[in-house]
């Protein structure tokens, strides 16, 4: 009996339900910010574009996928990840994440680039014509957030990979043109591409998604048990490896695709590249399709930090208040939905104007707490904090150099 109990044991998580979950970790990560990031990095690097991916890829994939398995050595909680830190500088740097992904940065950012997609077929059709349409289905994922997981992972996450693929795959085979010659050299490109990278905020999302995920499995797999670390430790980077495939698949695929059409690219926008390589490569007729890419994309990664938001207003605010918690969980969303609407009128340009000068000065200390925390769970590596503030400095003069 007991040969059996300890067989069943370490079966913690079917085949079926790491690819679900590999598949949500990357529908995640992957919005259609991170579309346009890719191409425009494809464009403006033209013949230099493999060494560009080297540093995207090395900011967009390696990064959070190191990333998830050290917020998943401490099973997704967000608070005990950066209390490392100290209580105060680790809330400080939680808010200024919160802040970045949530409806001051990140979610409108996908709201207007979904918009800015749907506005290129339908140029009458206004913001808060749009707003209807968006909010209710944003509204529905979010309602129950113990199910994002499985809205992702099984419904949304895949529509999103067919079409992404479909289009790449076409795109490859029967529409490739010359690249142009820049004026990049190997060093250059790689820096361009680490910047472009961080850009996407890939990791610090995924240090903040990471709640469903471990939510996720400890849901899906009732036979673990609290002391199972090191099971619990492999699903953690099976998953993370096979949402990190998708991302260096995807982003590889879409980079190289821009750069072979980079000579009919130069004067376009790097929010409307999507829709132009729509019609040189599908034509009129069929270039919806990627609107499609773009408004699902859009609506997967926000639907994540949607929840993750509200999650963070109802925990340390409403708590306060003494809140029924169904009724502050609305409240919050309806809070974090109203933000969204209302900073989506920035535009793309705009938000990104907010977001890249702070992620340049936060995501090095932050890759550096993340490295230190692995090094902590697997040889009790205690010098997190000097190591992390040190880099935190050392960036913040390189950045301003007045001070």
Not at 16 to 30: C, D, P, T, V, Y
Not at 115 to 136: C, D, L, V
């Amino acid at each position: 009996m007991g040969n059996f109990v300890n067989q069943k044991m370490e079966k913690i998580i079917s085949f079926k339900q790491l690819i679900s979950s590999g598949i949500a970790f990357f529908a995640m990560l992957f919005g259609s910010g991170s579309i346009i990031l890719a191409l425009a990095l494809g464009k403006d690097s033209g013949n230099m574009v493999y060494w560009s991916l080297v540093g995207f890829i090395a900011a967009t994939v390696i990064l959070p996928v190191i990333g998830l398995i050290s917020i998943l050595l401490f099973e997704g909680d967000i608070d005990s990840y950066f209390a490392k830190l100290g209580k105060i500088p680790g809330n400080i740097i939680i808010f200024i994440c919160m802040i970045l992904l949530g409806p001051l940065g990140v979610i409108p950012r996908l709201m207007g680039t979904a918009y800015s997609s749907i506005k290129w077929h339908f140029p009458s059709i206004s913001i808060f014509q749009f707003s209807i349409i968006i909010i209710p289905l944003l509204l529905l994922f979010t309602f129950k957030k113990n199910n994002i997981i499985d809205y992702i992972g099984k419904f949304l996450g895949p529509i999103k990979i067919i079409i992404i693929l479909a289009f790449i795959i076409y795109g490859l085979i029967f529409g490739l043109n010359s690249k142009i010659q820049t004026d990049l050299n190997p060093i250059g490109a790689i820096q361009k591409g680490l910047i472009d990278g961080y850009s996407t905020l890939d990791l610090i999302g995924v240090l903040l998604i990471a709640q469903f995920i471990a939510t996720h499995l400890r849901a899906q797999t009732k036979n673990y048990l609290a002391e199972n670390d090191k099971n619990f430790q492999k699903d953690s980077i099976k998953i993370a490896t096979i949402g990190g495939f998708l991302l260096f698949l995807v982003y590889s695929s879409l980079c190289l695709l821009a750069s072979h059409h980079s000579t009919q690219l130069i004067n376009v926008d790097r929010y409307d590249i999507i829709n132009s390589l729509s019609y040189l490569i599908l034509g009129n007729n069929s270039a919806i399709i990627i609107s499609a890419i773009i408004i699902i994309s859009s609506l997967v990664t926000a639907i994540a930090l949607t929840a993750v938001f509200t999650n963070y207003l109802q925990k340390n605010i409403l708590k306060l208040f003494n809140f029924n918690e169904n009724k502050s969980y609305i409240l919050c969303l309806s809070v974090t939905i109203l933000l969204t609407s209302i900073l989506t009128n920035l535009g793309f340009s705009g938000i990104m104007n907010i977001i890249i000068p702070i992620a340049e000065i936060c995501y090095p200390a932050i890759i550096i707490l993340t490295i230190c925390n692995i090094l902590h769970k697997k040889i009790n590596f205690k010098y997190i904090k000097i190591s992390v503030f040190t880099t935190f400095i050392i960036t913040l003069i390189y950045k301003i150099p007045f001070i």
